[in-house]
């Protein structure tokens, strides 16, 4: 028997796949990449944006013709099963089962013996891990309570859920004593970790007490209102957790700020930009930002742009406003057309790819740690690599060198978005 997975949306998800995926596997049920071959397709869908449901549609309408010339199970999971259950069951009534983010192992026993056991509730495995990963992904909570008015997470997730330290540190070590170099804290809202009294840096700091090989701590993704001093102090002081923080803006107006019920406004926001990059060495940036929310005028428009000035992330995940059903924004009056939304966005993107273009430049010259990713695709004597704020690394090295790998490299030029490097030390 043979399964395909289709995993869609942000980080969580793909780490549930993986999970899922290896489940899966240790039940005796073969991993297939070709739809020809398999017995059973699961789609790990996303709701977070429209264009993710849309997408999704599509290829449950592929796979409902395919069904028409062969014996295939059609299982959908993730966020779009807990919102639109029943829209599914009407519209592709050709989708053998709806399955919740909760109730993702039940999808084993569906598979094998069609059986339906609600009763195997998900909850955090430790099984994100492949063999041979130099990096991994460590889910530490679920769910979030902030309600951003234009988010659906909430809903789909429900409320906030910590794993047991005891969970965390167990899957630590293990990865830890695999040689893996590199995880990454993973939750809706992941610094309002809290279980039984242990709050986000009491748990970083457990962490670090168990590390051997692992050399960098990431976490994503974190909400403004939750980055305490305590946490600003650890990242100063302890080098093995990355000095790369994705601290999502969405917007640099205060108004549009309460109306996305973001809870920090944009004073607050640049005081905690500033706060940061004094008393962390060698900070970047990376933040989500959105355009085009209901009622959004050109000035509050504008003050969007000022605040990427001021914060100059390394990385953004820019987007415009999507109308998401049952979320509050979704009612609000002033909603803005499909062509001003676009035009902010597009004018956004060329802005910070610009800016970002010449913030690079001024960083050639510089000597870091890159952690090795594996081969360039022409070149076998090349490789890439990528460093502690995410930038990409090419360079050549005389002795073979395997993916995970730590290795010392000066940017000697700029590629596009890629640093040409010399290899200082292996
Ligand atoms: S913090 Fe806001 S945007 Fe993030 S998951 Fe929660 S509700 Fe959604």
């Known amino acids: ?23 899966l596997i240790h039940s005796g049920i073969e991993k297939t990449e070709n739809a020809e071959e398999a017995d059973a397709v699961i789609i790990n869908t996303c709701s977070v944006r429209k264009s993710a449901e849309d997408r999704i549609w599509g290829r449950l309408s592929y796979y409902g013709h395919l069904k028409k010339s062969r014996k295939l199970k059609l299982v959908v999971t993730g966020c779009m099963a807990e919102r639109l259950q029943e829209d599914l069951k009407s519209s592709a009534p050709y989708v053998d089962a709806v399955i919740g983010t909760n109730e993702k192992l039940s999808i084993i026993s569906y598979i094998t013996d069609d059986r339906l056991d609600k009763a195997e509730k998900y909850t955090f495995e430790k099984s994100y891990y492949n063999e041979g990963d130099y990096s ?127 809870k920090a406004d944009r004073e607050a926001f640049i ?44 990385e953004a995940f820019m987007y415009f406003y999507n109308l998401r059903e049952g979320t509050p924004a979704a009612k609000m009056d002033g909603q803005i057309d499909e062509k001003t939304k676009g035009r902010r966005l597009q004018n956004l993107i060329d802005i910070q790819m610009e800016r970002l273009f010449k913030e690079k430049e001024t960083r050639v010259g510089q000597v870091c740690k890159v952690l090795v990713t594996g081969n360039t695709r022409d070149d076998k004597s090349k490789f890439l690599g990528r460093n502690e704020h995410n930038e990409m690394f090419s360079f050549a090295s005389t002795c073979p060198l395997t993916a995970g790998k730590m290795v010392t490299v000066k940017a000697v030029g700029l590629k596009g978005n890629t640093y040409l490097g010399e290899m200082i030390d292996g």
């Open 271 to 314: 005081y905690l930009v500033e706060k940061m990059r004094k008393a962390i060495p060698d900070l970047s940036f990376a933040t989500d930002v959105m355009v085009g929310f209901p009622t959004e005028t050109e000035e509050e428009y504008e003050e969007t742009l000022s605040m990427m000035e001021i914060m100059h992330p390394l």
């Open 136 to 262: 991994s992904y460590v889910p530490i909570m679920n769910g979030c309570n902030n309600f951003c008015t234009y988010c659906i997470v909430p809903y789909v997730r429900g409320r906030e859920i910590s794993r047991s330290v005891d969970e965390v540190l167990d899957e630590v070590r293990f990865l830890d004593r695999k040689g893996v170099k590199e995880i990454t804290l993973l939750g809706q809202n992941v610094n309002s970790y809290n279980y039984d009294g242990v709050n986000f840096p009491g748990l970083l700091k457990l962490i670090l007490k168990e590390l051997n090989n692992i050399q960098w701590i990431r976490f994503e993704s974190p909400h403004p209102k939750d980055f305490s001093d305590e946490l600003i102090d650890l990242i100063a002081t302890e080098e093995r957790i990355a000095s790369h923080i994705h601290l999502p803006m969405q917007s640099g107006s205060s108004r549009i700020l309460k109306l996305m019920n973001r």
């Open 1 to 23: 028997m043979k399964f395909l997975l289709e995993s869609y949306g942000c980080q969580m998800n793909m780490a549930e796949s993986v999970a899922l995926e290896n489940e």
